[in-house]
Structure formats: C-alpha cells, structure tokens
C-alpha cells in the first residue's frame, strides 16, 4: 500500500473509530500494546511499567496489556495496524514506509551523546516534535520515548584504523533495506556496503559475505551477534528509539484525564530510561569485552569529528531522505544547542 492509498484508509475508518471510541468512553477501557522487546528484558520491563503506571493513574480504568517479543506482528505491520486501530499502543521504532520523514529518528550524528539525545528526543526536542506532527498525519499519537541505547557497528574481523574519519577500510557492511543514510554514511567512512535482510545477516557475518553490520546497538548485537563479532566501534552514530505511541482517536475519544494518565505514565517511563540508559550501554559493553570482544570506543573530540565530516559531507546527499522542512528544522535545532 503506498502512501496516498494509506491516508485514505484512515480517512474511511476515522468515523467509525470516533464513534466506537466515543462508546468507550463512558467504561473501562481493556487495550492491548505490542513492542518487539523480549521477555524479560529491560525494554518489556519497561513497556509492563508503562502499563502499570497507567492503571494507577486512572484509578483502574484502563488495563494495558502488554505483548513482548512481536507477538501481535513484526514492528512494521504494528505500526500500520495501531494506525487503522486494529492495536491499540506499541512501544518500538516507526516504520518510514509511508513517511519518509520519519526517517530523522535514525539519520545519523544528529546527536552525540546521551545528553543532546535527551534533548531531541524527549517533550519539546526537535525530533520529538518532528515524529509527533509526522505520525498525527497517520492516525497516531506519540506519548514518550523509551531510549534503547547508542549505536555503533559490529565487526567479524579487526578494524584498521577505526577512529579515524578518513580511513580506507577492506570490509563490507550490511546496511538495512531501504538504509540509505547509512549507506552513504558507511561508504564516506570508507566501508564497502552491501544490502542484507536481517535474516540472513547472522549467516551472511558467518559465512563472509559481509565483514559488518550498522545499525543497533551493543545490548541488539549481544543478543543477536555476540559468537559472530570480533570489534564493535562505538561510533554514537544514531540514538535508538523505542517510540510510545497511541491510535489517535482512540486517545481522542477518552476522557482528559485518562489521556493524561497515559502521557504522564510514558514520559515518567521516559524520564527513568534517560537516567540509566548510558550505564546500561556500557554494562553491555563490558560484557562484549569480557567475551572476548575488542570495544572502540570514541572520545569526545573523536565523536565531534566524526559528526562534523558527516554534517557537512554526508548530509547533503542524503537531506532528500527526511526533506527540507525536517532538514530545516535540524539544522536550526543544531545552531541553538
């Protein structure tokens, strides 16, 4: 379905769910929330602590309940389902199939560090302003951020020269389908790249058909790489997000106050993640060190170079990936910060 024929899906059912909405608010509500977090993790933890803080704060009247580990569909078909209302709230990425804009959540070094990431990310950060004005177009509502980690790029072999912007590297890095602002950022690094499906990107690092892969974080490679990975480089090269996010109508149709209780219940969750999520990285890291992984990590003046070749050399080859309103915004966010 492409993007025009999306939006006039929501327009069709917009009725209809102000109407079962509208039901709804005068009982309780029962609502169901899908995030790809496995069991037990902290992010499910997380998503269960939402859920539970909502539940208090509107005195018992909405019970979230909560499907870690896709079981309601891979984070791609929830997005689109909470915005038809077929789901009722998700905590995971967006998807950017129908928006491209959507992509400033992983466009790279528009951030640094976990401060400026909380700054961006959070109530009244330019990203977070950016996502919440794209998505109300798609029938949702952002609520909160739950801050995965830092990004970096794991490595089946050694890395020459790994802090240096200008290196000349012999090795090939799976970038994701549709990854292009990783692709030109990669291949500006030095990288060969190569376009793998993630299915096939734990054979594909065995095997050799590719060196690499960019894109998560050291808690994803961990659980997903951690026999197959000899150098993980700490480059901060995108923050990840686990966005919050609600059918808007639904949240509409509620009374204020349980709209409150669920924006309240997101951004304390949000609050808490921020205050722990650099330690958790770098327990994470400390595990990949005690297996045996060599950890790059970048200092401050490392990482600012880093940003600075790719704003100023990367960025215009892929600002056509977000657009110039969003380009706009972030370079004027940037200037103040």
């Known amino acids: 379905m492409n993007k025009e024929a999306f939006v006039r899906s929501l327009s069709t059912l917009a009725l209809a769910t102000v109407v079962i909405g509208s039901a709804a608010s005068a009982q309780d509500y029962s609502l169901r929330l899908s995030t790809l977090m496995k069991p037990e993790s902290d992010g499910a933890l997380a998503a269960q602590r939402f859920a539970d803080k909502v539940a208090e704060k509107s005195a018992g009247r909405i019970q979230i309940q909560v499907y870690p580990a896709s079981q309601l569909g891979d984070w791609i078909e929830v997005h689109e ?4 209302g077929a789901l009722d709230l998700a905590m995971q990425p967006l998807s950017n199939s129908y928006d491209q804009r959507l992509a400033i959540a992983w466009f790279p070094y528009t951030t640094t560090t976990y401060e400026s990431a909380e700054q961006a990310f959070t109530e009244g950060g330019y990203i977070h302003q950016i996502v919440d004005d794209v998505i109300a177009e798609q029938n949702l509502k952002l609520l909160g951020v739950y801050g995965v980690g830092m990004g970096g790029a794991g490595f089946a072999a050694e890395v020459d020269n790994p802090t240096d912007p200008n290196g000349d590297h012999d090795l090939k890095v799976r970038i994701w389908p549709g990854g292009t602002t990783h692709r030109h950022l990669m291949e500006r690094l030095g990288y060969n790249t190569a376009t793998v499906p993630w299915a096939e ?4 690092l065995q095997t050799g058909v590719v060196d690499g892969q960019i894109g998560g974080t050291p ?4 659980d997903n790489f951690k026999d197959v990975t000899r150098t993980w480089i700490q480059y901060n090269d995108h923050f990840e997000p686990a966005w919050f996010f609600v059918n ?3 949240f509409e149709s509620m ?3 349980d709209q409150q209780a669920l924006v309240d219940a997101a951004q304390e969750v949000t609050t808490e993640r921020f205050a722990e999520v650099q330690k ?3 327990a994470f890291l400390q595990q990949m060190r005690d297996a045996g992984i060599q950890v790059v990590d970048l200092d401050e003046a490392t990482l600012e170079e880093f940003a600075r070749v790719t704003r100023e050399e990367v960025w215009p080859e892929i600002e056509g990936e977000v657009g110039e309103d969003v380009m706009g915004r972030l370079r004027e966010a940037l200037k103040q910060n």
């Open 255 to 257: 009374p204020d106050a």
């Open 219 to 222: 808690e994803m490679a961990l």
């Open 248 to 250: 808007l109508q639904l």
């Open 81 to 84: 389902q909470v915005s038809f």
């Open 201 to 204: 990107l734990y054979t594909g």
């Open 280 to 282: 958790a990285d770098q």
